[in-house]
Structures are given as structure tokens and as C-alpha cells.
């Protein structure tokens, strides 16, 4: 390995709020900071995209003019050490959307797409973390080999900070209170 192949130093030193706020767009793109540390994501796949995509659509026209559904945007945990998170789907206030970081408080739900590298993560570590941070409602979207999404649904216990299972759903989406949305995911 040459000297041009070494990660930056940035990459094995704990990062604070303040170092990553002030990094470009750019530089944040594609990164998770957990604990602090710096975990680079692979690009994701078409499908996974699309399928983000076409979820965000569904849940903003079903959520109503309060709130906002969008892809691709750090969700701030915790500060110290600092946590962010970038959800695949993220539906939050729509009178937040010039405040930033984006915190848990701001956020309704969030959506991960599991994608082959990311099942652990997306099953256990980030549904523990949006728990206790707080997320009313944790989606984790598994893409199947028949082609058709398994969604699966949690609602957060409050007191205790842990999510209880709620439904699972193939194929067609139909979700009840805070949302009423139909979307046939059939033919991602």
C-alpha cells in the first residue's frame, strides 16, 4: 500500500460535533459518524435508491402539509460522542427543514433499506440507537429475493426507549394512524 492508499488521520480520530459541522456537504456524504468515529458507506445500489425514493414520495403525500419526508440527510443522535445517522427515509416536522442538525425531536420516522453488508447494522444496532434517542417509528425495508419488500414496523415504547414490533407488510404498504398510505411496491 502506498502513501496515496492510507485513509486520511481523520479517519482514526474521534470526531466532534464542531469538526463536523464544519466539513462541506461533500465531505459528509456517504458517512455515518458513530461514536465519534468515522464509518464510511458503500455506494448503494440502484434498487435500494429507487425504493427509498418511491417510499419517501408515498409518505410525504400521506403524512400532510406538517410534515416532510426526504432521502440522504444526517439525522444528529447525540453530540458527545457525536452520532449521526443518515436513515434511507427520514419523515420529520416540515417546520424544521431550515434547522440543522436535524435532531431525533424533529423526527417521526425513519427507514433503513437493508442492503447486503448492512443487516446487522440496520436489525440491531440503529434500532437500538433511534430507540433511545427517542424516533416515535423505526421502518427496516428488507429487500427480498422474490423481488417484493418485506417492511417491517416498529413503534417506540416511550418509557422504556425500546421498540415494539408492529406489522409486517409484503408487496402492497398499507399503514395505519399517523399515516394512512397504499403503496404497491410490487414492482420495484
Not at 427507514?111 to 440507537?129: F, L, N, Y
Not at 418485506?150 to 418509557?159: G, N, Q, R
Given at each position: ?164 414490533d408492529g406489522e409486517a407488510f409484503t408487496g402492497v404498504v398499507k399503514v395505519s394512524a399517523p399515516f394512512a398510505v397504499e403503496v404497491d411496491l410490487g414492482g420495484v
Open positions: 500500500m502506498t502513501a496515496d492508499m492510507a485513509a486520511p488521520a481523520w479517519m482514526h480520530e474521534q470526531i466532534t460535533a464542531e469538526q463536523y459541522d464544519s466539513w462541506s456537504e461533500e465531505q459528509c456524504a456517504g458517512i455515518e459518524i458513530v461514536d465519534g468515529m468515522v464509518v464510511v458507506s458503500p455506494s448503494a445500489s440502484k434498487r435500494r435508491n429507487r425504493l427509498a425514493r418511491i417510499l419517501a414520495n408515498a409518505l410525504e403525500a400521506a403524512a400532510g402539509p406538517g410534515w416532510n419526508a426526504d432521502t440522504d440527510f444526517d439525522v444528529r443522535l447525540q453530540d458527545v460522542p457525536l452520532t449521526n445517522r443518515r436513515p434511507d427515509v427520514v419523515v420529520y416536522r416540515a417546520d424544521t427543514i431550515d434547522i440543522t442538525p436535524t435532531r431525533p425531536e424533529h423526527v417521526l420516522l425513519v427507514v433503513e433499506v437493508v442492503s447486503p453488508g448492512s443487516e446487522t447494522t440496520d436489525r440491531i444496532v440503529k434500532t437500538d440507537q433511534y430507540a433511545k434517542s427517542g424516533i416515535a417509528f423505526y421502518w427496516r425495508v428488507e429487500q427480498a429475493a422474490t423481488g417484493v419488500p418485506l417492511v417491517y414496523t416498529y413503534v417506540l415504547d416511550p418509557a422504556a426507549r425500546v421498540y415494539r
